[in-house]
Every structure is written in structure tokens, then in C-alpha cells.
């Protein structure tokens, strides 16, 4: 047996490889240091930043590892894998600052050492589902991705709708995740393999089709949407969202969604491709009819997030729902079909970050000083809290899509995708769910500064931690807004799947 | 008689004596009990057809886990009124003839298939495959990676039974 070609695809799992080596340096210093947690979130932002190097090394690899005889193995390393990570990397960093800062994290100060190491867990599922072309690491990394986020839901544990949360997300994932496999389990029945590109090799043959295949693919469908909360399976969204500590609810709308998406794109690019023609548009194999479906999902979802918005009156449920919509604006990209859809995508994913993350900040921030989320008890915070009733104001506006912020270049390259396609009728209804969403992020703004506060608020500071926080959120939304040029390059360069 | 034979007889007598005893103990904890003692006969069957892969995970996961689990179960819901069920007229005769069919199809299956003497390659390979060797093999090179993903998996579900299980932050 040769162990050769298993020695040199060690170098495509390098990142997976330092999370792995941070999730046990976490627990060991955990058990060392004791009652001192301070170190915990210094050694995670180490480990992201070492894992940074290795993945900006994968945006010039476009490989597959290889098995021990030879054949194609389970990982890939490509530019597009590399652009999620990064993206995953970003979030989580931003992601130990905000919970330096968060009094319900600081509350739970005996359980620093699992939060992280969990975190990290939650880490490298998310790399795998990433970069992963067998369906069997597949549905670890999703099983993986999670059980952590589970019990980070649920991490709290000090009211009654911290339990509820995690207790309805461990239900319907079980359910999702015994679907997919279900699925999985039929297409590894009717071709003998769960690598991705032996599959693609498969289904060009001509007996492959039916009813059955749907099925199947229909069914891992439902376990890749109900990660990135399409509907009909986002139900467990808002409860979630409302009940998980706002540290992990912000990490789940961003982190959890991009690997969810980068696994559905190279699921759908990869399984199923032809070919690609010469302006960039890819022509599927005649199995199923991907694009149909996808418009359908994509237009439930976004007009039932956005719909189901308008009445709610806590925030988190709000951003919750608004969360449902943005997937389906995403899923909208992707039912183009071309690499201009996936470049919007990608642009999209890169600022949905900054504007989601910094959304949850504010509203965090806000719950640690008036001890609520209620958009009612936002009455009068324009003129208590400016820089913060600021802040939420742009990254809201960003999250609508109006101009100078960033969410309106992220709309603009969607929308150019769409009607360059001939997807006008899409382009439309997209477009007016824009203008429903309108409505409930403004209605957040009428109550902060045009409705006087039952009794006057005494002015609150910002701490200077957060201020420099907000600050390095609020930027990249103003830069991509004006000069987004390096962000569209990027995303351009960053479109290569391995064998595409 | 080879060591082989006495083996299996051993073995057989154990797995069909226990599960009879099984059927038609009335306390439910004794008859979970003979099912692991069936269970582990089995596995010994199991073992001398040369699969020994399906012998470690008979051990592991049937007379292991999911007996634990049996056992929990049956312990919290203290079936004793379960008891009537067996009072149900009609209820023997159907479960009678469940087992008559089931049995008159194994029956079949071994009297009248083809001889096991001329294997075709195909389930040659798939009972080479059956042995520990194999499975280590595949699982620790082309498989490594699942294989690592499942460690990390286990250790996330640990810690989150500790933190289940513990008490409220004070």
C-alpha cells in the first residue's frame, strides 16, 4: 500500500488541522489554569489568525486529496472553499469580542473553557461542510456544526426560553439531519459511491433519473436548508434566534449560513455540472430541474421572512426573521445558475457579515444596558444612546439595501445577475420583498428617535471596547458602500470550485 | 468433532435457549437480561463466520448501549401493567404465526439456496471485507478524515452532557 499520495494531501487540511490543535490546547488550558479563564479567548483569536494563514495559502491551490491507491479522496482546496473560511475565520473573531462584552456570557464564567472549546467545534464542522466532497464528511461536519450549537443554544441555561431554544433546535436538526441521511443513503444505493465527483461521473450516464433520484435529492436538500433556514424548514429559526445567547444567535445567522451555502453551492455546481459555457453560465445535467426548484424555495422563503417580520415586537425574532429573507435573496443568486449569480453570492456573504454581526452587536450592547430587546422599550434611544442608536440605524439601513451602505452594492450585483439572466419576473418580486423589509427595519428608527420615552433616560457612554468594536464594523460598511472595487475583485477570483 | 463444531453448538444452545427463556419471562428486567446473553451468543456466532467487525459492533452496540438503554427505559416507566398485554385474546396465535413465518422463511433460505462451496468472487470480497483488518485498513487511511471529524463529534457530545448535566450557574 502506497502512503505516499495520503502524506501529500496533508497539506489541503492544514486550517481543519491548527482548529483541531486549538480545540485541545482550549480544553487542556482550561484544565491547567483553573478558576483563570482570561486566556481562553487570546488562544482562540491565536488560532483563527495562525488558521488565516493557511487558508489565504488554499485561494491558490485547486486540488482534491487523493486516496491511498490513487483515487479522488474526500477534501478539496479551492479559492471558493478559501473565501468562505475566511469569511467563517472573520465572523468568529468578531465573535470573541463580542463575547468579552457580553454580560450574559460573562455570567457564565465557570464554562469559558467548554463555550470556546465549542465554538472551535462549531469551527471545524464549519470547515469541513466547507471543503468537504464526500457525502459521508459531509454529514459529520453537519452532525458536527450541530451538536455544538445545540448546546451553545442552550448554553446559558438561566431562563426558561434558553432551555426552550436549544430543545427545539436539538428536535428538528435530529429530524433534518436523519432525513439527509436517509437521502444520502439512497444515492449511495443507486451509484455504490458518496464522492461528490464520482457521482458527476455517474449521473452522465443514461439510466440514472426518476422519481427516486428526486427523492433523494430533494431529501438532502432539506437537511443543507434547514442549516441555512430556507423555507419550509426555518421553523426553528426565530425560537432560536430568540431564546440562544446573542453571541451564538449572531454566529449562527452568519457562520453557520455561509457553510450551509458554500456546501449547497458545491453540492449543486459539482454533483450535477455538464459544463460551463463561455459567459459563464452552467448548464446542469438533465436530472432535475435545480433551477425551477431553487426560485420557488428562494421566493417562499424571502416573502415569508419578510411577511412574518412586520409583526414581531422583540428584536432578536426581528433579525431572526430578516435572516429567512436575506437566505432567500441568496438562494435567489444561486438559482441563476451562472458565475455572475456566484459572485454575487460571495459579495453578498462578505458584507451580510458586517451588517448582521454589527446588528446583533448594537442590540447586545443595548439588552447589557436596559435589560430588554423589546423594539418598544427602544422609545427615546436616538437621543440616550446617539452613537449607538446610530450605528443600528446604518447597519439596518445597510441590511435594506439603500445607498451609500454596503447592503446596497450586495443587492445591486443580485439584482444585475438576475436581469442579465432574463429573470425579470424575479428581479421583481425580489425587489418589492426589498420594499416590505423596508418597513420593519424603519419602524426600529420611528421608535428610537421620533417617539418620546415614557420617562426621560439619563445619557449612556459606550465603552471604549465596544465604541472601537463598532467602529471596525461600521467602516467596511461605509468603504464597500462607496469603493467596493477590491471586495467584487476578490469575490471574481474567488470563484473557482476544484475541476470547474 | 473439530473445536469449530462444538463451538457453534455451544454457542447455538446458548442463543436459542435464551431467547425461548427471553419470550416467556413475565418480570421484564430477566427477560432484557437473557436478550443480552443472546446478544453475546450471537456475537460469538458471529465470529466464528469469520465477521468480526459485525461481532465487535454486536457487542458494542447492541449488548452494550442499546441495552443500557433498554434497561434505563424499563426502569423509568415501571411497566408492571404491562402485564395485560399478554391477557389480550388472539395475541398468541398472532405472534405464533409471525414466528412461523419468519421461521418456514429462514428455512427455506438454508435448505433450498445454492451450496455455499463455489463462492462467487464478488461475495468473497464482501466477506474479506468483514474482517477487522480490512475495516482498520480503510478506516485509518482513506477514511482517516471521518473517521478524525467523529473523535471531535464524540468529544463536542461529551462536554455537552456535562453542561446538561450540570447544575445552574450559580
Redesign the interface.
Known amino acids: 500500500?502506497n502512503?505516499q499520495s495520503?502524506i501529500n494531501s496533508l497539506q489541503y487540511?492544514k486550517p481543519e488541522i491548527v482548529i483541531?490543535v486549538v480545540?485541545v490546547l482550549v480544553v487542556t488550558t482550561d484544565l491547567i489554569m483553573g478558576k483563570n479563564k482570561s486566556l481562553l479567548p487570546w488562544i482562540s483569536i491565536a488560532g483563527l489568525i495562525v488558521a488565516s494563514f493557511f487558508v489565504i495559502e488554499q485561494f491558490s491551490f485547486k486540488a482534491v486529496s487523493s486516496?491511498?491507491?490513487g483515487s479522488i479522496?474526500?477534501?478539496t482546496a479551492d479559492p471558493f472553499g478559501a473565501f468562505f473560511k475566511i469569511i467563517v475565520i472573520v465572523s468568529s473573531i468578531i465573535i470573541v469580542f463580542f463575547s468579552l462584552s457580553s454580560n450574559e456570557i460573562k455570567?457564565?464564567?465557570?464554562?469559558h473553557g467548554?463555550y470556546y472549546?465549542?465554538i472551535f467545534?462549531m469551527i471545524?464542522?464549519m470547515f469541513?461542510m466547507i471543503s468537504s466532497a464526500?457525502l459521508?464528511?459531509i454529514y459529520?461536519?453537519i452532525?458536527?456544526l450541530s451538536?455544538?450549537s445545540?448546546?451553545l443554544a442552550?448554553?446559558?441555561?438561566?431562563s426558561l426560553r434558553n432551555s426552550e431554544a436549544s430543545l427545539k433546535y436539538i428536535i428538528y436538526g435530529g429530524a433534518s439531519s436523519g432525513i439527509m441521511l436517509f437521502g444520502i443513503s439512497i444515492i449511495y444505493g443507486l451509484t455504490g459511491t458518496t464522492n461528490l465527483y464520482l457521482l458527476n461521473s455517474f449521473f452522465h450516464l443514461p439510466q440514472f433519473g426518476g422519481f427516486i433520484f428526486w427523492l433523494a435529492c430533494i431529501l438532502i436538500f432539506a437537511g443543507i436548508g434547514f442549516k441555512i433556514s430556507a423555507a419550509p424548514f426555518h421553523f426553528w429559526t426565530p425560537d432560536v434566534y430568540e431564546g440562544a445567547p446573542i453571541t451564538i444567535t449572531a454566529y449562527l445567522s452568519i457562520a453557520s449560513k455561509a457553510a450551509g451555502f458554500a456546501l449547497l453551492i458545491r453540492f449543486i455546481k459539482v454533483t450535477f455540472i455538464d459544463s460551463v459555457d463561455a459567459s459563464g453560465y452552467w448548464q446542469l445535467l438533465n436530472l432535475i430541474d435545480w433551477k425551477s426548484f431553487l426560485i420557488l424555495i428562494s421566493i417562499l422563503t424571502m416573502t415569508l421572512g419578510n411577511f412574518a417580520a412586520l409583526w414581531q415586537s422583540n428584536m432578536k425574532r426581528l433579525l431572526a426573521y430578516s435572516s429567512i429573507a436575506h437566505a432567500g435573496y441568496l438562494l435567489l443568486g444561486l438559482a441563476v445558475l451562472s458565475d455572475q449569480g456566484l459572485i454575487a453570492i460571495l459579495i453578498y456573504f462578505a458584507i451580510y457579515a458586517f451588517m448582521n454581526l454589527g446588528a446583533f452587536f448594537v442590540v447586545m450592547i443595548i439588552a447589557n444596558k436596559i435589560g430588554s430587546e423589546e423594539i418598544d422599550d427602544y422609545k427615546g434611544l436616538g437621543y440616550s444612546m446617539p452613537f449607538l442608536s446610530f450605528s443600528i440605524a446604518v447597519f439596518l439601513i445597510s441590511l435594506t439595501g439603500i445607498p451609500p451602505t454596503a447592503g446596497f452594492i450586495a443587492k445591486l450585483y443580485l439584482f444585475i445577475a438576475l436581469v442579465d439572466a432574463k429573470m425579470i419576473a424575479v428581479a421583481v418580486i425580489a425587489l418589492l420583498n426589498t420594499v416590505v423589509s423596508l418597513y420593519y427595519y424603519i419602524k426600529v428608527l420611528k421608535n428610537m428617535y421620533l417617539v418620546r420615552p415614557e420617562k426621560e433616560m439619563p445619557a449612556v457612554l459606550v465603552s471604549p471596547a465596544a465604541f472601537a468594536m463598532l467602529i471596525v464594523l461600521l467602516v467596511p460598511i461605509f468603504l464597500f458602500g462607496i469603493y467596493f472595487t477590491p471586495l467584487v475583485n476578490l469575490a471574481k477570483s474567488s470563484i473557482g470550485l476544484m475541476g470547474f | 468433532m473439530t473445536l469449530e463444531t462444538i463451538l457453534f453448538i455451544l454457542f447455538a444452545g446458548i442463543a436459542a435457549t435464551t431467547s425461548v427463556l427471553m419470550i416467556t419471562r413475565s418480570n421484564i428486567v430477566i427477560a432484557a437480561l437473557f436478550l443480552i446473553l443472546n446478544f453475546g451468543a450471537l456475537a460469538g456466532l458471529y465470529l466464528l463466520l469469520n465477521a468480526q467487525f459485525l461481532a465487535v459492533t454486536q457487542v458494542i452496540v447492541y449488548a452494550g448501549a442499546i441495552m443500557v438503554l433498554f434497561l434505563f427505559v424499563i426502569m423509568l416507566l415501571k411497566p408492571e401493567h404491562e402485564r395485560s398485554i399478554y391477557k389480550i385474546p388472539g395475541m398468541k396465535i398472532f405472534a405464533f404465526a409471525i414466528a412461523f413465518l419468519v421461521f418456514v422463511q429462514l428455512a427455506y433460505l438454508i435448505l433450498f439456496s445454492s451450496s455455499s462451496e463455489k463462492v462467487s468472487p464478488d461475495v468473497q470480497a464482501s466477506i474479506n471485507a468483514g474482517t477487522i483488518e480490512t475495516i482498520g485498513r480503510e478506516l485509518f487511511t482513506n477514511y482517516i478524515l471521518p473517521f478524525e471529524a467523529a473523535g471531535f463529534l464524540l468529544l463536542a457530545a461529551t462536554i455537552g452532557a456535562l453542561i446538561l448535566a450540570k447544575k445552574k450557574i450559580e
Open positions: 500500500m502512503f495520503l487540511i483541531a480545540i486516496n491511498a491507491n479522496g474526500m477534501i455570567e457564565a464564567f465557570e464554562r467548554e472549546t465549542l467545534g471545524l464542522g469541513f464526500d459521508i464528511l459529520l461536519s452532525e458536527l451538536l455544538s445545540y448546546i442552550g448554553f446559558t441555561k438561566h
